[in-house]
C-alpha cells in the first residue's frame, strides 16, 4: 500500500496504511471510498462495453455460419454476411497507412529529437499536436475534395481508393507515433550517445547504431499504439475510400481500388437497419472484432512497457 | 561513400522528411482557411440553415456542438479526475492496479465508433434514453476518461513528494493533503487534461452518429432528451449526404469546427506553457 517511490530511504519508514485513525472521521471514509469507486470504474466501464457488444452481437454468431461470415460476399439485404471483403479493407487501408506512417513518424521524431535546434522544436512540437487536434471529418472531408481528385489525377481509375485513405490514416496516426518514439529517443541516457561520439562514430552512425536499438521497445509501442489507432478510424475513412465492399484483386494494384472497411460498414448501415434484425447483430459483431482487434493490440504494447513507469513524485 | 558523406545525406533526408511530415499540417489548416473564411460571418453563426440546407447558416448545429461538449464535461470530468487521484495517490503496486491501467490503456484504444454502438446498446436502448443529447453526451464521455485520466495522474504525480511529507508531517490526514497541497498544484495540469479531452469530443462524430446526432431538425432541443444537430454530424451530412450542397458552406462548416476544436488544443497549450515558467519547483 503505501509507499513512497524513489523517496530517500528514511522517508520509507513504517507507515500504517491510510492516515492515523484518529485523523480520519467519517466523511474522509466516504470520500476516499467515493475516489476509489472511481478508479475502479475503468474496469467496469471496459467490462459494461464488453458485454454490451457481446449482448447485441451474439445472435449473429449463433444464427449466421461461420463459415457464412467469413464469406467473400457482403451482401446484408440478401442475408449475405460475409466479412472478408470488410476485414480486407481496413488491412489494405491500415497496411498502406503504416507503411507511410511509420518511415515518416520515426524519422521526424529522430529529427525532432537529435537535429533540430530548441528554438526549432519549440515551434515544430505544437504545429503537431494541432495535427492530433484536426477532427477526423475535417480531414475526411479534405481527402474527399481535395486530395482525391489529385489521385484520380496521378491516374486511378476513381479517386476514393484505399490509398487515400492510408494517406489520410497515416497523418492522423503520426502524431502518437512521433510523440511516443520522441519519448523513447529522450529516454535513451546521454552517456551512449557521448560514448559512441567519443569512439569515433559520427552523428549518423550513433543515432543508427545506438539510439535507435536502445529505444527500440518504446518505438515498438509507438507502431503497435499507430496501428490500433488506424484500424479503428471511422469517419475519415468512409469519406475516401469509395465504400466498395469487395475483394480487390491481388497485388500492388489493390491499393488503387475503392474498398470498404469495417468500420466505415458499421457507421454507414447502422442508421438504417432495424434494431434486433440479423443485420443489426451482424453490425454488432463487427464491433466485436474491432474491439478484439484493438484490445489485442494495446495490451500487448502496455507489456512491452512493461517497468518503463516515470514516476516523478510518489505516494504517501 | 564515406561514414562523412553517409552523414550529410542522412541529415538531410532526415530534415527533408519532416519537412514532409510538417508542410502538410500547416497547408490543410491555411487551406481551410482560405477556402472557409469568405463563408463565415454572424449570419453564417446565427442563422439555421433552409432551403434544404443548401442556404443559410449553421447555427443548430454549433448550438448541439456547444451542449454536447457542455455534457461531456459534465459526464467526464468527476469521474476522470477520481479515477486520477486514486491511480496517483492511492493504488498500490498490485493485481487490482494493473487491470485499472490496462483497462484506461484499452478505454483509449478502443475506436470510436464502438463507443457509438456502446452508446446504442446501453445508454439508447438498454437504458431506454432513446436517441438524446443524454446519450450522447455519456457516450462522449466515457470517450473522454482516459485523456483525462492519463493527464490528472500525469498532474498530480509531478507534485514533489516532499509537499506530501511536510503536510503529513504537520498532522494533516491523506486527504487534507490531497484536498489541500496536491490537488491546488496539479489543478492547472489537471485543466489541461480537460481541456485536450473536451476538444476531441467536440470534433468527434462516430460516438453521436446513432446516439443523439440529427441530419436535420426544424427546432433547437428543449431537454436532455431531445436530439441535437452536431457540428462534426453536420459537415459529414454536407459533405456527403445533401446533393447540390455549395462548397463554400462546406468550407464554412469545416473551418467552425476548426476553429473550435483548435482553439481548445491552443488553450491547453497556453496553460501549459505558462505553468512551466512559472512553477516554482
Redo the contacts between chains.
Keep these: 500500500m503505501s509507499t513512497l517511490d524513489e523517496a530517500p530511504a528514511a522517508w520509507q519508514e513504517q507507515q500504517p496504511s491510510g492516515a492515523p485513525a484518529a485523523k480520519r472521521n467519517w466523511r474522509e471514509t466516504i470520500i476516499e471510498t467515493v475516489i476509489r469507486l472511481c478508479g475502479i470504474s475503468a474496469v467496469v466501464i471496459i467490462t459494461l462495453i464488453f458485454l454490451f457488444l457481446l449482448k447485441e452481437g451474439a445472435p449473429a454468431f449463433m444464427q449466421v455460419p461461420i463459415r457464412d461470415l467469413l464469406g467473400v460476399r457482403w451482401y446484408p439485404i440478401e442475408d449475405m454476411f460475409g466479412l472478408l471483403p470488410l476485414l480486407v479493407g481496413s488491412l489494405l487501408v491500415t497496411i498502406g497507412a503504416v507503411v507511410i506512417a511509420v518511415p515518416l513518424g520515426l524519422t521526424t521524431a529522430v529529427y525532432l529529437g537529435e537535429f533540430a535546434p530548441p528554438w526549432l522544436r519549440e515551434i515544430l512540437k505544437p504545429v503537431i499536436e494541432v495535427l492530433a487536434g484536426i477532427p477526423s471529418i475535417v480531414l475526411g472531408f479534405l481527402g474527399w475534395v481535395a486530395l482525391a481528385p489529385l489521385i484520380q489525377a496521378a491516374g486511378a481509375a476513381t479517386g476514393l481508393t484505399a490509398f487515400t485513405g492510408a494517406i489520410i490514416l497515416a497523418y492522423m496516426a503520426l502524431p502518437t507515433i512521433i510523440s511516443i518514439t520522441e519519448d523513447a529517443l529522450y529516454a535513451v541516457p546521454k552517456e551512449y550517445r557521448d560514448g559512441a561520439l567519443a569512439l569515433g562514430a559520427t552523428q549518423w552512425q550513433t543515432i543508427w547504431r545506438v539510439v535507435l536499438p536502445a529505444a527500440r521497445s518504446g518505438i515498438v509501442i509507438a507502431v503497435m499504439l499507430g496501428v490500433g489507432r488506424a484500424i479503428g478510424e471511422t469517419m475519415a475513412v468512409m469519406l475516401v475510400t469509395g465504400n466498395a465492399a469487395n475483394i480487390p484483386a491481388f497485388g500492388l494494384g489493390a491499393w488503387f481500388q475503392p474498398v470498404r472497411t469495417m468500420t466505415a460498414t458499421i457507421a454507414a448501415e447502422m442508421g438504417e437497419v432495424a434494431q434486433g434484425s440479423l443485420h443489426y447483430s451482424v453490425l454488432f459483431a463487427i464491433g466485436i472484432v474491432l474491439f478484439l482487434i484493438t484490445f489485442a493490440f494495446n495490451s500487448l504494447a502496455t507489456r512491452f512497457i512493461g517497468g518503463r513507469s516515470r514516476r516523478r513524485g510518489g505516494q504517501i | 561513400m564515406s561514414?562523412?558523406q553517409?552523414?550529410v545525406l542522412?541529415?538531410w533526408?532526415?530534415?527533408i522528411?519532416?519537412v514532409?511530415?510538417?508542410l502538410?499540417?500547416?497547408l490543410?489548416?491555411f487551406?481551410?482557411v482560405a477556402k472557409g473564411i469568405g463563408t463565415v460571418n454572424w449570419q453564417f453563426l446565427s442563422q439555421p440553415p433552409s432551403n434544404g440546407m443548401t442556404e443559410g447558416g449553421i447555427f443548430p448545429a454549433l448550438l448541439g456542438t456547444v451542449i454536447l461538449t457542455f455534457g461531456t464535461a459534465v459526464a467526464a470530468i468527476?469521474?476522470?479526475?477520481?479515477?486520477a487521484?486514486?491511480?496517483?495517490?492511492?493504488?498500490?503496486?498490485n493485481r487490482?492496479t494493473r487491470?485499472?491501467?490496462?483497462?484506461?490503456?484499452?478505454?483509449?484504444?478502443?475506436?470510436?465508433?464502438?463507443?457509438?454502438?456502446?452508446g446504442?446498446?446501453?445508454f439508447v436502448?438498454?437504458l431506454n434514453f432513446g436517441t438524446s443529447i443524454l446519450a450522447g453526451a455519456l457516450t462522449l464521455g466515457?470517450m473522454t476518461?482516459?485523456v483525462v485520466?492519463s493527464t490528472a495522474e500525469e498532474a498530480?504525480?509531478?507534485?514533489?513528494?516532499e509537499f506530501?511529507?511536510v503536510s503529513?508531517s504537520l498532522?494533516?490526514?491523506?486527504?487534507?493533503?490531497?484536498r489541500h497541497q496536491v490537488l491546488p498544484h496539479a489543478l492547472p495540469g489537471i485543466i489541461t487534461g480537460i481541456i485536450l479531452g473536451l476538444?476531441?469530443a467536440?470534433?468527434?462524430?462516430?460516438p453521436i452518429?446513432?446516439t443523439v446526432a440529427a441530419f436535420y431538425l426544424p427546432e433547437l432541443p428543449k431537454s436532455i432528451f431531445d436530439q441535437t444537430m452536431a457540428l462534426?454530424?453536420h459537415?459529414?451530412v454536407i459533405?456527403?449526404q445533401v446533393p447540390g450542397m455549395p462548397?463554400s458552406i462546406?468550407y464554412g462548416t469545416?473551418l467552425v469546427?476548426?476553429i473550435i476544436?483548435?482553439s481548445?488544443?491552443l488553450i491547453a497549450?497556453a496553460i501549459r506553457t505558462v505553468m512551466r515558467r512559472r512553477r516554482e519547483w
Excluded: C, H
Excluded at chain 2, 468527476?78 to 479515477?83: E, R, Y
Excluded at chain 2, 487521484?85 to 503496486?93: C, K, N, P, R
Excluded at chain 2, 498532522?171 to 490531497?178: C, P
Design positions: 561514414r562523412q553517409t552523414q542522412a541529415t533526408l532526415i530534415s522528411t519532416a514532409v511530415v510538417i502538410p499540417i500547416v490543410v489548416v487551406y481551410v468527476p469521474l476522470a479526475v477520481g479515477a487521484i486514486y491511480l496517483a495517490e492511492y493504488a498500490g503496486d487490482a487491470a485499472i491501467r490496462l483497462a484506461i490503456v484499452n478505454l483509449a484504444g478502443i475506436p470510436s465508433i464502438v463507443y457509438g454502438l456502446f446504442l446498446g446501453m436502448l438498454f466515457l476518461l482516459p485520466i498530480i504525480l509531478a507534485v514533489p513528494q506530501r511529507v503529513l498532522g494533516a490526514s491523506r486527504w487534507q493533503t490531497i476538444g476531441r467536440a470534433g468527434e462524430t462516430a452518429l446513432f462534426p454530424y459537415l459529414y459533405s456527403t462548397l462546406q469545416a469546427l476548426l476544436v483548435l481548445f488544443t497549450t
